[in-house]
């Protein structure tokens, strides 16, 4: 199985902050790799998909790139209602894994 | 606009049964390749297994925690997957999604396994 490791595992970052999140694969998984964002008591939403592509609707604020091993997931600039858990997870194989999860939190 | 509709959710003692349904809408059914997520409380996602549409061969597969216990199936005429949840242990304890897509998710429905 691919195992997918994230970090940081938590972090706090201020309104207006540029914010990143690294996710990497024990293996090759090409581009496959989609970011969700999760708020407590909802499902998971899905922001980027096949590594750097916008899923229609989220903000422009939001991006990823990177193919392989290593992903990142970035925000340009933080706002309010980005608290939430981000998961990254693979799509390149089965088991389709995910990440732990980055809980982020608003200063 | 798609819709996904989980229920059957509920509280089952260890060793028991549980049979979860996911009602779709608003999409091809029997095009879908339709997949269970579950989340224990306050932990992360996990990934249980997915079926092919039957155009695709109808495969099934399964995570190793709960291959061997758990039996996906659907009924394309209702427009209905299923999760058989067998030999249930409380580690099973989880809130159930369904996904069409990874981008459309169903509201979740929790199982219980406690005595």
């Known amino acids: 199985d691919i195992q997918m490791t994230q970090s940081p595992s938590s972090l706090s970052a201020s309104v207006g902050d540029r914010v990143t999140i690294t996710c990497r694969a024990s293996?090759?998984?090409?581009?496959?790799l989609n970011w969700y964002q999760q708020k407590p008591g909802k499902a998971p939403k899905l922001l980027i998909y096949d590594a750097s592509s916008l899923q229609s609707g989220v903000p422009s604020r939001f991006s990823g790139s990177g193919s392989g091993t290593d992903f990142t997931l970035t925000i340009s600039s933080l706002q309010p209602e980005d608290s939430a858990t981000y998961y990254c997870?693979?799509?390149?194989?089965?088991?389709?894994?995910f990440g732990q999860g980055t809980k982020l939190q608003i200063k | 606009e798609v819709y996904l509709v989980e229920s059957g959710g509920g509280l089952v003692k260890p060793g028991g049964s549980l049979r979860l349904s996911c009602a779709a809408s608003?999409?091809?059914?029997?095009?879908?390749?339709m997949t269970w997520v579950r989340q224990a409380p306050g932990k992360g996602l996990e990934w249980v297994g997915r079926i092919k549409s039957e155009t695709a061969g109808g495969t099934i597969d399964y995570a190793a925690p709960v291959k061997g216990r758990f039996i996906i199936s659907r009924d394309d005429s209702k427009n209905t997957l299923y999760l058989q949840m067998n030999s249930l242990k409380t580690e099973d304890t989880a809130v159930y999604y369904c996904?069409?897509?990874?981008?459309?998710w169903g509201q979740g429905t929790t199982v219980i396994v406690s005595s």
């Open positions: 996904l069409s897509s990874w981008d459309v």
């Open positions: 293996q090759t998984i090409s581009i496959y």
């Open positions: 608003g999409l091809t059914f029997t095009n879908a390749w």
């Open positions: 997870q693979q799509s390149y194989s089965i088991p389709r894994t």
